[in-house]
């Protein structure tokens, strides 16, 4: 692969990965632990993530356990559950804080789709600006020729296609697993 391909294959690898990353914080009605990732603790004065004062686990499918390695962080990860945007009411029961995810309603779940499909959206035109880029670089470069130009835009057009398949495969998965009951 050449320098240009490689340059875009690896930008677009960070687009796809920034889906996924979007696609994690989206509530499904299915526990997932990567949704507190970007809730912070206090602890002992210096905000940390959950994920670093507690275990986090799957608890039945939709509820997600929090067991703080510290008691005395407890009630400081409870109240940082209820201050978040989270939209779940965090049950403590004196060494766990138990978080239950409702299976949202259909009209909720096809809310969801078109939040995702935005997510997918967004990636595409992130791919595409990365290709347009690429190609800008391609055309400044005065020593390729008219046709290692062409090869060159070539290769980032079918790493584009490639991209943009992929992305489309990971929104169809998201879909489906919204909208399973």
């Not at 309603?105 to 595409?124: I, M, N, Q, S």
């Not at 690429?134 to 060159?152: A, P, T």
């Amino acid at each position: 692969m050449s320098e240009f391909g490689g340059m875009a294959k690896e930008r677009m690898q960070k687009c796809i990965q920034n889906l996924n990353e979007n696609y994690a914080n989206v509530r499904t009605g299915r526990a997932n632990p990567h949704v507190l990732d970007a809730i912070k603790v206090d602890y002992y004065g210096t905000q940390t993530p959950i994920n670093q004062v507690a275990s986090v686990k799957v608890s039945e499918g939709t509820t997600l356990v929090v067991e703080p390695w510290d008691k005395s962080v407890l009630t400081a990860v409870e109240q940082a559950i209820q201050e978040s945007d989270l939209g779940i009411n965090p049950n403590n029961d004196g060494t766990a804080i138990r978080l239950p995810f409702p299976k949202p309603t259909e009209d909720r779940r096809k809310e969801l789709v078109k939040e995702c499909k935005a997510f997918a959206e967004e990636a595409k035109v992130a791919v595409r600006n990365v290709r347009r880029d690429v190609n800008g670089k391609i055309s400044r470069v005065e020593e390729l020729s008219k046709d290692d130009q062409h090869r060159e835009e070539n290769i980032i057009q079918k790493e584009t296609d490639a991209a943009i398949a992929e992305i489309e495969k990971v929104f169809q998965a998201k879909e489906k697993e919204i909208m399973e009951i």
